[in-house]
Protein backbone atom coordinates (compact mmCIF):
# COMPACT_ATOMS: atom_id res chain seq x y z
CA UNK A 1 0.00 0.00 0.00
CA UNK A 2 0.91 3.21 -0.29
CA UNK A 3 4.09 3.21 -0.36
CA UNK A 4 5.48 2.27 2.23
CA UNK A 5 3.84 -1.06 2.19
CA UNK A 6 6.80 -3.29 1.86
CA UNK A 7 9.80 -1.00 0.44
CA UNK A 8 12.36 -1.19 2.47
CA UNK A 9 12.69 1.49 5.31
CA UNK A 10 15.68 3.91 4.73
CA UNK A 11 16.77 5.55 7.74
CA UNK A 12 19.63 7.93 7.94
CA UNK A 13 22.78 7.25 9.75
CA UNK A 14 23.68 10.74 9.75
CA UNK A 15 22.18 13.84 7.95
CA UNK A 16 24.69 14.78 5.29
CA UNK A 17 25.59 10.79 4.38
CA UNK A 18 21.40 10.29 4.30
CA UNK A 19 20.95 13.34 1.29
CA UNK A 20 24.43 12.70 -0.08
CA UNK A 21 23.40 8.76 -0.11
CA UNK A 22 19.81 9.84 -2.12
CA UNK A 23 21.59 11.97 -4.07
CA UNK A 24 22.26 9.35 -6.69
CA UNK A 25 18.71 8.79 -7.51
CA UNK A 26 18.63 11.37 -9.85
CA UNK A 27 15.87 11.51 -12.47
CA UNK A 28 15.71 12.02 -16.41
CA UNK A 29 12.08 13.03 -16.85
CA UNK A 30 11.87 15.72 -18.25
CA UNK A 31 8.98 18.65 -17.53
CA UNK A 32 6.98 18.55 -20.37
CA UNK A 33 3.88 20.60 -22.15
CA UNK A 34 0.98 19.17 -22.53
CA UNK A 35 -1.44 21.82 -24.78
CA UNK A 36 -4.22 21.52 -26.92
CA UNK A 37 -7.36 22.87 -27.94
CA UNK A 38 -8.49 19.90 -26.11
CA UNK A 39 -6.35 19.52 -22.93
CA UNK A 40 -5.83 22.76 -21.18
CA UNK A 41 -2.02 24.01 -20.73
CA UNK A 42 -0.52 21.38 -18.26
CA UNK A 43 3.14 20.48 -16.95
CA UNK A 44 4.60 18.33 -15.30
CA UNK A 45 5.92 18.55 -11.42
CA UNK A 46 9.47 20.06 -11.80
CA UNK A 47 10.80 17.85 -9.18
CA UNK A 48 14.66 19.27 -8.16
CA UNK A 49 17.70 17.96 -10.59
CA UNK A 50 18.71 15.98 -7.94
CA UNK A 51 18.00 14.76 -4.13
CA UNK A 52 20.35 17.42 -2.24
CA UNK A 53 17.11 19.59 -2.81
CA UNK A 54 13.30 19.05 -1.98
CA UNK A 55 9.65 20.34 -2.90
CA UNK A 56 6.99 20.58 0.14
CA UNK A 57 3.41 20.01 -0.68
CA UNK A 58 0.73 20.85 1.12
CA UNK A 59 -1.87 18.07 2.48
CA UNK A 60 -5.38 18.35 1.06
CA UNK A 61 -6.93 15.30 2.23
CA UNK A 62 -6.69 12.67 4.82
CA UNK A 63 -9.37 9.56 5.07
CA UNK A 64 -9.02 6.68 7.11
CA UNK A 65 -9.41 3.48 4.70
CA UNK A 66 -10.03 0.82 7.62
CA UNK A 67 -8.32 0.61 11.42
CA UNK A 68 -4.58 1.40 9.87
CA UNK A 69 -4.55 2.71 6.58
CA UNK A 70 -5.08 6.10 5.48
CA UNK A 71 -5.19 7.83 1.92
CA UNK A 72 -3.53 11.07 1.93
CA UNK A 73 -3.78 13.60 -0.63
CA UNK A 74 -1.07 16.35 -1.69
CA UNK A 75 -1.41 19.51 -3.81
CA UNK A 76 0.58 19.74 -6.63
CA UNK A 77 1.67 23.19 -7.02
CA UNK A 78 0.22 23.95 -9.65
CA UNK A 79 -3.33 23.01 -9.14
CA UNK A 80 -5.36 21.36 -12.24
CA UNK A 81 -2.48 22.59 -14.78
CA UNK A 82 -0.13 20.36 -13.28
CA UNK A 83 0.67 16.73 -12.90
CA UNK A 84 3.10 14.65 -10.80
CA UNK A 85 4.45 12.76 -13.58
CA UNK A 86 5.86 10.01 -11.61
CA UNK A 87 6.60 7.03 -13.67
CA UNK A 88 4.58 3.69 -12.54
CA UNK A 89 5.98 1.89 -10.19
CA UNK A 90 8.40 4.65 -9.41
CA UNK A 91 8.32 5.94 -5.33
CA UNK A 92 8.76 8.95 -3.82
CA UNK A 93 10.56 9.54 -0.82
CA UNK A 94 9.41 11.76 1.92
CA UNK A 95 11.49 13.18 4.79
CA UNK A 96 10.57 14.36 8.20
CA UNK A 97 12.73 15.04 11.41
CA UNK A 98 11.03 14.19 14.05
CA UNK A 99 11.17 16.66 17.04
CA UNK A 100 14.68 16.84 19.12
CA UNK A 101 16.37 14.77 16.41
CA UNK A 102 19.01 15.88 14.70
CA UNK A 103 18.42 13.29 11.96
CA UNK A 104 16.23 13.23 9.07
CA UNK A 105 13.73 10.48 8.34
CA UNK A 106 13.00 9.63 4.72
CA UNK A 107 10.99 6.07 3.58
CA UNK A 108 9.85 5.72 -0.41
CA UNK A 109 6.21 5.58 -1.32
CA UNK A 110 4.57 4.78 -4.33
CA UNK A 111 1.61 6.79 -5.34
CA UNK A 112 -1.46 5.39 -5.85
CA UNK A 113 -2.39 8.18 -7.91
CA UNK A 114 -1.88 8.43 -11.76
CA UNK A 115 1.02 9.76 -13.45
CA UNK A 116 -1.00 12.51 -15.14
CA UNK A 117 -3.79 12.91 -12.60
CA UNK A 118 -4.48 16.21 -12.64
CA UNK A 119 -3.36 18.87 -9.29
CA UNK A 120 -2.82 16.06 -6.97
CA UNK A 121 -0.23 13.38 -5.61
CA UNK A 122 -1.79 10.15 -3.70
CA UNK A 123 -0.85 7.68 -1.48
CA UNK A 124 -2.08 4.86 0.67
CA UNK A 125 0.02 4.73 3.81
CA UNK A 126 -0.38 1.41 6.67
CA UNK A 127 0.70 2.69 10.12
CA UNK A 128 3.10 0.02 11.40
CA UNK A 129 3.68 -0.21 15.30
CA UNK A 130 6.51 2.28 16.29
CA UNK A 131 6.91 3.00 12.48
CA UNK A 132 8.25 6.46 12.35
CA UNK A 133 7.74 7.44 9.22
CA UNK A 134 4.15 6.16 8.46
CA UNK A 135 2.96 7.56 12.17
CA UNK A 136 4.10 10.69 11.16
CA UNK A 137 2.10 10.15 7.51
CA UNK A 138 -0.54 9.22 9.74
CA UNK A 139 -0.35 12.51 11.52
CA UNK A 140 -0.58 14.62 9.03
CA UNK A 141 -3.27 17.26 8.51
CA UNK A 142 -5.00 19.23 5.87
CA UNK A 143 -3.47 22.32 5.78
CA UNK A 144 0.32 20.77 6.53
CA UNK A 145 2.75 20.16 4.27
CA UNK A 146 5.26 17.15 3.22
CA UNK A 147 8.35 17.18 1.93
CA UNK A 148 9.48 14.80 -0.99
CA UNK A 149 12.40 14.38 -3.20
CA UNK A 150 12.08 12.41 -5.93
CA UNK A 151 10.69 9.98 -8.08
CA UNK A 152 12.77 7.12 -7.34
CA UNK A 153 13.44 4.75 -10.38
CA UNK A 154 11.18 1.91 -10.43
CA UNK A 155 10.82 -1.11 -12.92
CA UNK A 156 11.61 -0.25 -16.78
CA UNK A 157 8.89 -2.31 -18.45
CA UNK A 158 8.43 -2.26 -21.78
CA UNK A 159 5.16 -3.06 -23.53
CA UNK A 160 4.65 -6.54 -25.81
CA UNK A 161 2.90 -5.05 -28.51
CA UNK A 162 3.44 -7.75 -31.34
CA UNK A 163 2.82 -11.04 -29.03
CA UNK A 164 0.56 -11.80 -26.45
CA UNK A 165 2.10 -12.49 -22.88
CA UNK A 166 1.47 -12.92 -19.17
CA UNK A 167 2.77 -11.76 -16.44
CA UNK A 168 2.49 -12.60 -12.02
CA UNK A 169 2.10 -10.40 -10.15
CA UNK A 170 2.45 -11.24 -6.43
CA UNK A 171 1.74 -8.29 -3.43
CA UNK A 172 1.49 -9.13 0.27
CA UNK A 173 -0.28 -6.56 2.87
CA UNK A 174 0.87 -3.39 1.90
CA UNK A 175 3.13 -4.67 -0.25
CA UNK A 176 0.53 -3.93 -2.93
CA UNK A 177 1.00 -0.24 -3.73
CA UNK A 178 4.24 -0.63 -6.29
CA UNK A 179 1.96 -4.00 -7.62
CA UNK A 180 -0.82 -2.00 -8.39
CA UNK A 181 0.74 0.53 -9.77
CA UNK A 182 2.68 -1.55 -12.46
CA UNK A 183 -0.32 -3.03 -12.87
CA UNK A 184 -2.60 -0.01 -13.74
CA UNK A 185 0.77 1.27 -16.44
CA UNK A 186 0.74 -2.53 -18.21
CA UNK A 187 -3.34 -1.61 -18.66
CA UNK A 188 -2.80 1.57 -19.52
CA UNK A 189 -1.45 0.58 -22.87
CA UNK A 190 -4.40 -0.51 -25.30
CA UNK A 191 -1.91 -1.86 -27.80
CA UNK A 192 0.23 -4.06 -24.65
CA UNK A 193 -1.21 -7.43 -25.10
CA UNK A 194 0.41 -8.78 -21.63
CA UNK A 195 -2.29 -10.74 -19.35
CA UNK A 196 -2.01 -9.73 -15.35
CA UNK A 197 -1.99 -12.30 -13.13
CA UNK A 198 -2.35 -10.60 -9.31
CA UNK A 199 -2.33 -12.78 -6.28
CA UNK A 200 -2.73 -10.65 -3.11
CA UNK A 201 -2.16 -12.13 0.32
CA UNK A 202 -4.51 -10.23 3.26
CA UNK A 203 -4.82 -10.77 6.67
CA UNK A 204 -8.77 -9.58 6.39
CA UNK A 205 -11.00 -8.81 3.98
CA UNK A 206 -10.75 -5.25 5.54
CA UNK A 207 -7.47 -5.31 4.68
CA UNK A 208 -8.33 -5.29 0.90
CA UNK A 209 -7.87 -1.24 0.81
CA UNK A 210 -8.02 -1.16 -3.07
CA UNK A 211 -10.18 -3.59 -3.71
CA UNK A 212 -12.39 -0.62 -5.36
CA UNK A 213 -9.76 -0.01 -7.80
CA UNK A 214 -9.05 -3.90 -8.09
CA UNK A 215 -12.76 -4.19 -9.55
CA UNK A 216 -12.12 -1.01 -12.10
CA UNK A 217 -9.43 -2.70 -13.93
CA UNK A 218 -11.09 -5.97 -14.08
CA UNK A 219 -14.09 -4.47 -15.20
CA UNK A 220 -12.43 -2.76 -17.85
CA UNK A 221 -9.73 -5.34 -18.72
CA UNK A 222 -11.55 -8.86 -18.41
CA UNK A 223 -9.27 -10.46 -20.99
CA UNK A 224 -5.97 -8.59 -19.67
CA UNK A 225 -6.50 -8.72 -15.96
CA UNK A 226 -7.42 -11.43 -13.20
CA UNK A 227 -6.91 -10.79 -9.45
CA UNK A 228 -7.16 -13.59 -6.95
CA UNK A 229 -6.82 -12.66 -2.56
CA UNK A 230 -5.30 -15.20 -0.29
CA UNK A 231 -7.15 -14.31 3.44
CA UNK A 232 -4.97 -15.77 6.24
CA UNK A 233 -6.35 -14.35 9.42
CA UNK A 234 -9.42 -15.47 11.18
CA UNK A 235 -11.67 -15.78 8.34
CA UNK A 236 -9.61 -17.90 6.93
CA UNK A 237 -10.07 -20.49 9.94
CA UNK A 238 -11.89 -23.89 9.01
CA UNK A 239 -15.14 -23.20 10.76
CA UNK A 240 -15.27 -19.66 9.39
CA UNK A 241 -18.05 -18.66 7.13
CA UNK A 242 -17.51 -18.83 3.26
CA UNK A 243 -15.75 -15.64 1.83
CA UNK A 244 -17.39 -15.89 -1.39
CA UNK A 245 -16.66 -16.60 -4.54
CA UNK A 246 -13.84 -19.25 -4.19
CA UNK A 247 -12.03 -18.61 -7.24
CA UNK A 248 -11.79 -14.72 -6.25
CA UNK A 249 -11.31 -15.22 -2.46
CA UNK A 250 -9.05 -17.94 -1.37
CA UNK A 251 -8.45 -19.12 2.75
CA UNK A 252 -4.62 -19.17 3.42
CA UNK A 253 -1.26 -18.12 2.46
CA UNK A 254 0.07 -17.25 -1.03
CA UNK A 255 1.29 -20.59 -1.35
CA UNK A 256 2.28 -23.36 -4.20
CA UNK A 257 -0.58 -25.00 -5.28
CA UNK A 258 -1.98 -21.06 -5.59
CA UNK A 259 0.91 -20.28 -7.73
CA UNK A 260 0.80 -23.75 -9.66
CA UNK A 261 -2.45 -22.89 -10.58
CA UNK A 262 -1.81 -19.42 -11.91
CA UNK A 263 0.97 -20.84 -13.68
CA UNK A 264 -0.91 -23.14 -15.43
CA UNK A 265 -3.32 -20.23 -16.91
CA UNK A 266 0.07 -18.68 -18.17
CA UNK A 267 0.91 -19.73 -22.12
CA UNK A 268 3.78 -21.55 -22.82
CA UNK A 269 6.41 -20.07 -24.63
CA UNK A 270 5.01 -16.10 -23.84
CA UNK A 271 5.38 -15.94 -19.93
CA UNK A 272 7.63 -13.16 -18.89
CA UNK A 273 8.22 -9.86 -20.35
CA UNK A 274 11.31 -8.80 -22.86
CA UNK A 275 13.72 -9.06 -20.11
CA UNK A 276 12.70 -12.71 -18.64
CA UNK A 277 10.84 -11.13 -15.75
CA UNK A 278 7.92 -13.92 -15.22
CA UNK A 279 7.47 -12.92 -11.52
CA UNK A 280 7.15 -9.24 -9.85
CA UNK A 281 7.01 -9.79 -5.59
CA UNK A 282 6.36 -7.47 -3.08
CA UNK A 283 5.24 -8.16 0.67
CA UNK A 284 6.48 -8.08 4.21
CA UNK A 285 9.60 -9.56 4.75
CA UNK A 286 8.44 -13.59 5.65
CA UNK A 287 6.69 -13.75 3.04
CA UNK A 288 9.36 -12.93 0.13
CA UNK A 289 11.58 -15.34 1.68
CA UNK A 290 9.08 -18.29 2.10
CA UNK A 291 8.21 -17.61 -1.89
CA UNK A 292 11.73 -16.01 -3.56
CA UNK A 293 14.02 -17.01 0.32
CA UNK A 294 16.87 -19.75 -0.66
CA UNK A 295 14.61 -23.03 -0.01
CA UNK A 296 11.49 -20.81 -1.45
CA UNK A 297 8.16 -21.79 -3.18
CA UNK A 298 9.58 -20.44 -6.51
CA UNK A 299 12.57 -22.42 -6.74
CA UNK A 300 10.67 -25.42 -5.72
CA UNK A 301 8.53 -24.42 -9.37
CA UNK A 302 11.74 -24.14 -11.26
CA UNK A 303 11.85 -20.69 -11.18
CA UNK A 304 14.93 -18.53 -11.12
CA UNK A 305 15.93 -15.60 -9.05
CA UNK A 306 16.66 -13.73 -12.24
CA UNK A 307 13.07 -14.48 -13.55
CA UNK A 308 11.58 -12.61 -10.50
CA UNK A 309 12.15 -8.52 -9.35
CA UNK A 310 11.56 -7.67 -5.84
CA UNK A 311 10.47 -3.82 -4.90
Not at 32 to 45: E, F, K, M, Q, V
Request: hydrophobic share 35%; glycine share 10%; with cysteine.
Amino acid sequence: MASQFARRPMITAVGAATILSAAVYVTSRPSTRLDSAANPPSHTLSFPKNMLFARDLQVTKVEQVNHDTKRITLQLPGGPNEVSGVPFSSAVLTQHTAPGAWLPILRPYTPVSDSDARGVLQFVVKKYPNGRASGYMHSLEPGQYLRVRGPLPGYTYKPSEQQERDVILVAGGAGITPIYSLAKGILSNPTDKTRIHLLWGVNGMRDIVLKSEMEELEFAHPDRFRVTYAVSGSEAAPDASSLGDVDKYRKGYVNKAMLEEVIARCQKGSWGDEKGTKIFLCGPPKMETALAGRQGVFGELGIAKKEIHRF
